[in-house]
């Protein structure tokens, strides 16, 4: 049985061409990039190259990119690590910063806010409505003269939704020269501190294959992704830091990455990673949308034509086009979930990366879905591999599967 | 040209046999160790061989090994992880914890601990002798009442200086049974609370290719490892932490690795980590030791033979097989270095993970020799693919190398 993958929102296959491009670097060209030798220079190339790959992507300069082990420690070191350099400097010893997050990012981000929630940071997390888009107005209320960091993510791995980043990079970006022009205006004598700055971190992590992440166009001071996710490697990710963002380490030792992020450079990881970022070029990525897009529809029509009672959780004019996240009411989710693995069809409930936990999806909870419906949601996610002969299967496979699965449950009122 | 490894330390080239392994997770079985379905099985069941493997080496159980990118962030969590832990328990809160360490462990040992220290934990930094090796009455005196973490590597980096990790936990052992004991003995009025038991953690990242890192047998409590040192990855590395041992996560989101380490399991790092690690055993181990151990007395008989005003700087009574740490006086370790380089021939000065910088080894100069003779190092690393041709080479290439450099050296008294 071939089988089927239609859970990329957890993790993409390494595209054999980003393979290709790793392996020397395991057993020839396999030198500490630190290290002075040929060896260390031939391997210190490798990164610089994925380096420069990277940078073209984000439209930024080369030495803006911190390379991590992935997007966990990238969102880590960009809200604790930016927190950390702000309280190492005595000028801010009393103050009281204000964070900005939303009630659907991924944990990487609330955990670390929750923790400095605990440290007497003040937080402020953000609803979204029921597409799962933050609200732009309540976000452009929400930000106070103490707010030093906003963090949202470009789009939920969830249910797909789009953040509006750019329009809200633009409000910061209003806001932080407004603040400098009124402080610029008044005399030496009652000026006073020069205003603090309100920085804009973005979780891109799901975005990258999909969506502009043009640092510029964004107006971001920082941005994370991830390897894996973009048909590159596990273990490797990168942190954009714009110039002057301040930024502390979390990971102490060699002094790698501009001092940002010690530990010796995975050359290996950072080349895949760069690889497959080169290989997201606006052509490929509307070649990739409009193909995903046309699976994903094709999904979304099948199901919803040949199963009844089904919720579809994703706002299609506002997700990525991978993204089908259903609820098939009065079943579980996790049911679905493994009989279409004996079908051989990988899917996801709620989120992969809290997989194997009961509570219910923040996320869905967030956007006003009730605990019973988002136990039973069904997350498929597409990518660029999959084929119509793919979907046509899993729409010929799933309905039968609910419908034996409700006539198990005897609150299903069929 | 072709070209001679003698940089071992710094990393290793991995093992055809490791990659073999790792091959079919990248693009067969990719799926996310997290999921559910079949995929995420699958990744999950070759991480949890590459578990037992590690556990099976290090003499502990499955349970006891926390994956991390690599020794640098094993270090980190160790140290401020466990200090973390410590603080979080609120009958903790006024206590003033002290540290053990040595002046010479690795920056990703020495830097937490300065942090720790600038935020009010006592730190003990413990002394070497001229060869590099801590004195254990020294050690066995710095050890207090508020002592509640010890951490001293196996095997230092730089010159191979062998520390006597099982002496110490054994005597770390007495100290924690003692103190329990005289606890026991008090009437339950008179007791107070349970005596703070002391930890021991050992930096093992450039031990594991040659020496017992059975946990149970050096008595240790946390131990770290690097793939990239032992012919597996780079960006993948371990931490044993015995069970009951406190320790806080650093990295949070995903709640992977029994909550102490977030983030997407690297399953082909820890596969490739695994294998690697099950190359080691007992008689491959003796097998290379023996061989690598030749070839660097061969190397050592040589230079001496044919270079004057050389010291050997590497006690080898006292130290791994692999090192040859050596001063070449009155020439820049940098300059042999470089013109080894163009002969294809790659060794270190100091240390490679800090290379690039222009300060003087602490480790050399904690072991007594002086800032210009430490300027005067080169350290050659062996490996099990080195060869006596290789060695030969070596020797033949080196002697006119520092002798030309010595010419062009004023200083120099010849």
Same mark, same amino acid.
Request: aromatic share 6%.
């Given at each position: 049985m071939k089988k089927i993958y239609l859970d990329h929102s957890a993790t993409t296959p390494v595209d054999p061409k980003v393979l290709k491009e790793m392996l020397p670097y395991f057993t020839q060209k396999f030198g500490n990039a630190s290290s002075i030798h040929g060896f260390g220079q031939e391997a210190l190339a490798g990164a610089d190259r994925a380096r420069e790959q990277v940078a073209n992507f984000l439209n930024c300069e080369t030495?803006?990119?911190?390379?991590?082990?992935?997007?966990?420690?990238?969102?880590?070191? $960009?809200? %604790?690590?930016?927190?950390?350099a702000l309280q190492k400097n005595k000028a801010n010893q009393n103050k009281k910063f204000h964070i900005i997050t939303s009630l659907v990012e991924h944990d990487a981000?609330?955990?670390?806010?929750?923790?400095? /929630?605990?440290?007497?940071? &003040?937080?402020?997390?953000?609803?979204?409505?029921? +597409?799962?888009?933050?609200?732009?107005?309540?976000?452009?209320?929400?930000?106070?003269?103490?707010?030093?960091?906003?963090?949202?993510?470009?789009?939920?791995?969830?249910?797909?939704?789009?953040?509006?980043? %750019? /329009?809200?990079?633009?409000?910061?970006? !209003?806001?932080? &020269?407004? %603040?400098?022009?009124?402080?610029?205006?008044?005399? $030496?004598?009652?000026?006073? &501190? !020069?205003?603090?700055?309100?920085? @804009?971190?973005?979780?891109?992590?799901?975005?990258?294959?999909?969506?502009?992440?043009?640092?510029?166009?964004?107006?971001?001071?920082?941005?994370?992704?991830? =390897?894996? !996710?973009?048909?590159?490697?596990?273990g490797i990710g990168a942190l954009f830091v714009k110039n002057e963002t301040p930024l502390a380490a979390m990971q102490l030792g060699g002094h790698q990455e501009k001092n940002m992020r010690s530990g010796t450079l995975n050359v290996v990881g950072i080349v895949g990673l760069g690889k497959a970022i080169s290989m997201l070029d606006k052509k490929n990525v509307e070649k990739n949308n409009k193909k995903i897009a046309a699976l994903r529809d094709m999904l979304v029509l099948g199901i919803k034509?040949?199963?009844?009672?089904?919720?579809?959780?994703?706002? %299609?004019? +506002?997700?990525?086009?991978?993204?089908?996240? @259903?609820?098939?009411?009065?079943?579980?989710?996790?049911?679905?979930?493994?009989?279409?693995?004996? /079908? =051989?069809? $990988?899917?996801?409930?709620?989120?992969a990366c809290a997989s194997g936990s009961l509570k219910a999806s923040h996320v869905l909870l967030a956007m006003g879905i009730k605990v019973e419906v988002a136990h039973n949601s069904v997350r498929f996610t597409l990518g660029k591999n999959n084929t119509a002969e793919e979907i046509r299967k899993t729409i010929k496979v799933l309905p039968p599967i609910i419908k034996r699965l409700r006539e198990m449950n005897p609150l299903y009122k069929n």
């Amino acid at each position: 049985m071939k089988k089927i993958y239609l859970d990329h929102s957890a993790t993409t296959p390494v595209d054999p061409k980003v393979l290709k491009e790793m392996l020397p670097y395991f057993t020839q060209k396999f030198g500490n990039a630190s290290s002075i030798h040929g060896f260390g220079q031939e391997a210190l190339a490798g990164a610089d190259r994925a380096r420069e790959q990277v940078a073209n992507f984000l439209n930024c300069e080369t030495g803006e990119i911190v390379f991590t082990s992935g997007a966990t420690e990238s969102n880590n070191l $960009a809200v %604790r690590g930016f927190i950390k350099a702000l309280q190492k400097n005595k000028a801010n010893q009393n103050k009281k910063f204000h964070i900005i997050t939303s009630l659907v990012e991924h944990d990487a981000i609330l955990e670390p806010c929750m923790e400095l /929630e605990k440290n007497g940071i &003040e937080v402020t997390y953000l609803p979204v409505k029921s +597409n799962g888009v933050v609200d732009i107005n309540k976000f452009e209320k929400s930000i106070k003269d103490n707010t030093v960091l906003i963090s949202v993510m470009y789009v939920n791995s969830e249910v797909g939704s789009i953040q509006p980043i %750019r /329009e809200m990079g633009k409000i910061i970006k !209003k806001i932080n &020269e407004k %603040r400098l022009k009124d402080w610029q205006r008044l005399s $030496a004598k009652d000026r006073g &501190e !020069k205003p603090q700055k309100i920085y @804009f971190h973005t979780d891109a992590t799901q975005a990258v294959n999909f969506l502009n992440c043009d640092t510029k166009y964004l107006h971001v001071d920082m941005l994370s992704l991830s =390897g894996h !996710k973009i048909y590159g490697p596990k273990g490797i990710g990168a942190l954009f830091v714009k110039n002057e963002t301040p930024l502390a380490a979390m990971q102490l030792g060699g002094h790698q990455e501009k001092n940002m992020r010690s530990g010796t450079l995975n050359v290996v990881g950072i080349v895949g990673l760069g690889k497959a970022i080169s290989m997201l070029d606006k052509k490929n990525v509307e070649k990739n949308n409009k193909k995903i897009a046309a699976l994903r529809d094709m999904l979304v029509l099948g199901i919803k034509k040949n199963i009844p009672d089904v919720v579809l959780n994703t706002d %299609r004019a +506002n997700a990525t086009p991978s993204h089908a996240h @259903f609820s098939f009411l009065d079943v579980e989710g996790e049911s679905s979930l493994i009989s279409l693995d004996l /079908e =051989g069809i $990988a899917v996801s409930t709620g989120s992969a990366c809290a997989s194997g936990s009961l509570k219910a999806s923040h996320v869905l909870l967030a956007m006003g879905i009730k605990v019973e419906v988002a136990h039973n949601s069904v997350r498929f996610t597409l990518g660029k591999n999959n084929t119509a002969e793919e979907i046509r299967k899993t729409i010929k496979v799933l309905p039968p599967i609910i419908k034996r699965l409700r006539e198990m449950n005897p609150l299903y009122k069929n």
